[in-house]
């Protein structure tokens, strides 16, 4: 299986401003997840899609491909990521390279390990999956069975449906969310099913140690774990 890695690293940044080349741990941001990405086995290329030269220019400086440059309407605030893994995926195929699947690493997952891309990879292709991504186990109390909305009424709603919750914690059957570590897509989901995930989702139990940065609090909780 031919598999695309791709780095999403815009220039602008509201949250964190210049998080993708904001040192942490003692390098760039973006350089903790190239190393990932050039260490996993499963992946055929890696490539980063960017519109700032200078995020271009660190991310080759570690190993990254950057065949071109990311058009600025592709790098809004409110860009889906979806059109920006298609755009990497059609320019690429016009060049002849084709892929069996496009793996995203978005650099605000530092803590990945190359083992985290090659698992979901490999459950990707044993298991006749359209997608998997990393996930980490929900804690009890906010197991989907323990939690509740508050309908047009307001009156509280259990988030699965039922009249009653399960009473023991023990009964509570395992549920997880995405940690945004790793997704890996079927290139035909991605492309003409328009989706990262597909119908037929796996999930794959990433590191514990896993931080998403998007706020300040998230940046300083990474500072401690390194």
């Known amino acids: ?47 980063l899609t960017t519109d700032d030269e200078g995020i271009a220019e660190i991310g080759r400086g570690c190993g990254l491909e950057v065949p071109f440059l990311r058009p600025a309407e592709l790098a809004m605030d409110d860009t889906p990521t979806l059109p920006v893994l298609q755009h990497v995926v059609t320019a690429l195929e016009k060049t002849g390279d084709r892929f069996d699947a496009v793996c995203l690493l978005q650099p605000t997952s530092p803590f990945r390990r190359a083992g985290d891309i090659d698992g979901c990879i490999e459950l990707l292709e044993t298991a006749d999956l359209d997608a998997v991504v990393s996930v980490l186990p929900v804690p009890p109390e906010h197991n989907p069975h323990w939690v509740y909305f508050r309908d047009g009424d307001g009156l509280l709603r259990l988030a699965t449906g039922e009249d009653q919750p399960i009473p023991r914690r023990q009964e509570l059957p395992p549920a997880f969310h995405r940690d945004g570590s790793v997704y890996v897509t079927r290139r035909n989901v991605l492309m003409e099913g328009n989706s990262l995930y597909g119908k037929r989702l796996g999930g794959f139990l990433a590191d514990s140690r896993s931080v998403n940065l998007d706020t300040p609090a998230d940046w300083e909780r990474a500072e401690r774990l390194f």
């Open 1 to 47: 299986m031919r598999v695309l890695g791709i780095v999403p690293a815009r220039g602008g940044s509201k949250g964190i401003p210049g998080k993708n080349v904001r040192p942490l741990g003692g390098k760039p941001l973006l350089v903790h997840t190239a190393e990932a990405a050039l260490a996993a086995r499963r992946l055929t290329r890696v490539v």
